[in-house]
T-cell receptor, first 114, second 113 residues
Framework: GENVEQHPSTLSVQEGDSAVIKCTYSDSASNYFPWYKQELGKGPQLIIDIRSNVGEKKDQRIAVTLNKTAKHFSLHITETQPEDSAVYFC?????????????FGKGTTLSVSS | DAGITQSPRHKVTETGTPVTLRCHQTENHRYMYWYRQDPGHGLRLIHYSYGVKDTDKGEVSDGYSVSRSKTEDFLLTLESATSSQTSVYFCATAQGQLSYGYTFGSGTRLTVV
């Protein structure tokens, strides 16, 4: 089945700097790669996603890149702000007997200091 | 988290007792999922449902069962709770199998003592 590795586990940046979180996946059949942001005490929220037929996608200060050959994808946050501090999860679509579910990385705790 | 309600939000129970967590959605989404979140492990899939009465196991299903008798409700049962099941449990729904990503509930924090 699918396995997703996420690095780094913690990341500290200064306000205004860029932050990059990287994930690798194992199943070449995976074709959907979302990123979630989780604030303290809340459930994860989808912030951006990318499909296998696209190499890059941007939404204001966040962008995701996908390299299918190398089986890795990355989240880029530019001009970081204190409110970007949260836990970020990457995920990849995985297939088992009856269907497909998202398999998540272990998360990255991002701290943005002002 | 609008449209997905998890209950209870917090629960403390004793080892060996049965526990049922409820996920209720008003989105009319076909797919529903139960994940557990633990430090160092991220989110791990317990069980999921792809329709009423249609469920299947995820990667950490041992000790858990689920039921879905109607579209809006997905129940997770711990038949005999153990301390290793202390965790935060999240329910998620999806309109399509993977078409739109997941919407998560706010979670249930379960402590087994």
């Amino acid at each position: 089945g699918e396995n997703v590795e996420q690095h780094p586990s913690t990341l500290s940046v200064q306000e205004g700097d860029s932050a990059v979180i990287k994930c690798t996946y194992s199943d070449s059949a995976s074709n959907y790669f979302p990123w979630y942001k989780q604030e303290l005490g809340k459930g994860p929220q989808l912030i951006i996603d990318i499909r296998s037929n696209v190499g890059e996608k941007k939404d204001q200060r966040i962008a995701v890149t996908l390299n299918k050959t190398a089986k890795h994808f990355s989240l880029h946050i530019t001009e970081t702000q204190p409110e970007d501090s949260a836990v970020y999860f990457c995920a990849a679509s995985g297939t088992n007997q009856a269907g497909t579910a998202l398999i998540f990385g272990k998360g990255t705790t991002l701290s943005v200091s002002s | 988290d609008a449209g997905i309600t998890q209950s209870p939000r917090h629960k403390v129970t004793e080892t060996g007792t049965p526990v049922t967590l409820r996920c209720h959605q008003t989105e009319n989404h076909r797919y529903m999922y139960w994940y557990r979140q633990d430090p160092g492990h991220g989110l791990r899939l317990i069980h999921y449902s792809y329709g009423v009465k249609d469920t299947d196991k995820g990667e950490v299903s041992d000790g858990y069962s689920v039921s879905r008798s109607k579209t809006e409700d997905f129940l997770l049962t711990l038949e005999s709770a153990t301390s290793s099941q202390t965790s935060v449990y999240f329910c998620a729904t999806a309109q399509g199998q993977l078409s739109y990503g997941y919407t998560f509930g706010s979670g249930t924090r379960l402590t087994v003592v």
